[in-house]
């Protein structure tokens, strides 16, 4: 028999949800972002044979990658996304003046956590020197939508944060009338 996937909480069968996360980056939850790519770690497989057998084909690891994680917003007065894509060029320095790049702090690291159905976090993921590659500040403006901005991050790798453990979760009981 398997083990289950849920140790602290046998009675549970469905994997936790994708819709209850947060973002967190200088100690501070970033407001309102409605949706994340989750980190992705790829890592090159490179073939080579042996010289006395000619026939068969081996394959190695090699250099692995990360790819970049994209972050969308609702527009809002959070300046958040703004600010740090700024730390890598920012137009008002332009003039020779004042450096482009804020070499100082452009990067950060970055944690994406999961929130279970009672809000307790059950997972995190830290995401390690990241910095804006692109940053959109709002859509194109039509319709009937949602003003949606996004921030694409490079990054330069991730784990999953071994500190967390399964909470355990109460069943739910009707509050008494």
């Known amino acids: 028999m398997p083990a ?6 046998i009675s549970r069968f469905d994997p936790y949800r994708n819709y209850r996360f947060r973002v967190k980056w200088d100690g501070n939850y970033v407001a309102g972002v409605s949706k994340v790519t989750m980190p992705k770690r ?3 497989a490179v073939q080579h044979r042996m010289g006395g057998d000619p026939s068969v ?3 190695a690891p090699g250099q692995s990658t990360y790819d970049p994680i994209t972050l969308e917003q609702g527009v809002s007065h959070d300046a958040a996304f703004g600010e ?5 060029w920012n137009y008002q320095n332009t003039t020779g003046i004042d450096p482009d790049v804020s070499l100082e702090d452009f990067r950060k690291d970055i944690t994406i956590e999961l929130i279970n159905e009672f809000g307790q976090k059950v997972l995190a993921y ?4 990241c910095w ?3 940053f959109q500040a709002s859509p194109e403006l039509d319709g009937d939508a949602v003003a949606i901005q ?3 991050l490079q990054n330069e790798g991730w784990e999953r944060d071994a500190s967390i453990t ?3 979760e109460a069943p739910f009981t009707l509050p008494s009338s």
């Open 132 to 134: 804006v590659s692109e």
């Open 150 to 152: 996004t921030l694409t």
């Open 4 to 9: 289950p996937q849920f140790p602290a909480n």
């Open 166 to 168: 399964e909470p355990t």
């Open 57 to 59: 084909v081996r394959v």
């Open 84 to 88: 740090w894509a700024n730390k890598i």
């Open 126 to 129: 830290n995401v390690f020197r």
């Open 42 to 44: 790829s890592t090159e």
